[in-house]
C-alpha cells in the first residue's frame, strides 16, 4: 500500500449473515459474510472489519466459526469485534484469526480492557470501536 490510507470496509454481523441499518436499527440481511469478505477483498479493501453486533447484548462470546471462515477467505489484516470483555476473549479470537480486535462497550464501561488487551497482544493490534453520531445541538454521541 503506497498511499496514506486504509479502506476498511466494516461487516456487521447478526446470526451469521451480514446486515445493515441506521445506529442498530431497521436491520436488513445483506449477505454472507465469507461471500462479502472476500469480494472486498479482491475489490482493493486494505482490511476487513467483522464486528457481531449481538454479542454483547446477549452476553455471548464472538463467534469465532465466523471468523474462521472469514480469516481463510482473506488475502487481508482481519479486525474482530463484538462481545469481547477480557483478556480470554482477546486470546480466543486472534487465535480463531483475527489480526486486530476491536473493543466497543467494555472500553467505554471499563477502560482497563484496552490496557489488558494490549498487554495481551500488543498495542498495535487492539482497535477502540465506537459508531458515533453527529447532534448539532450536543456534537457527537456513541452508541453502544
Not at 7 to 14: A, E, M
Not at 35 to 54: F, H, N, Q
Not at 65 to 94: E, F, M, N, Y
Not at 96 to 125: Q, S, Y
Request: proline share 3%; aromatic share 6%; hydrophobic share 55%.
Amino acid at each position: 500500500m503506497s498511499e496514506a490510507r486504509w479502506i476498511i470496509p466494516c461487516l456487521d454481523v447478526r446470526d451469521g449473515r451480514v446486515v445493515k441499518g441506521v445506529a442498530f436499527r431497521g436491520m436488513v440481511d445483506v449477505g454472507d459474510p465469507v461471500a462479502l469478505a472476500r469480494r472486498y477483498d479482491r475489490e482493493g479493501a486494505d482490511a476487513v472489519a467483522l464486528l457481531d453486533i449481538t454479542a454483547t447484548v446477549e452476553g455471548r462470546e464472538t463467534f469465532v466459526d465466523v471468523v474462521r471462515a472469514v480469516r481463510a477467505a482473506l488475502s487481508v489484516p482481519l479486525i474482530v469485534g463484538g462481545g469481547i470483555r477480557d483478556r480470554a476473549d482477546v486470546r480466543r479470537i486472534r487465535a480463531a484469526g483475527a489480526d486486530f480486535v476491536a473493543i466497543g462497550t467494555a472500553a467505554v464501561e471499563r477502560p482497563e480492557v484496552v490496557e489488558a488487551a494490549a498487554e495481551e497482544v500488543g498495542a498495535e493490534a487492539v482497535v477502540v470501536a465506537l459508531d458515533a453520531a453527529w447532534d448539532a445541538g450536543r456534537g457527537f454521541s456513541a452508541f453502544f
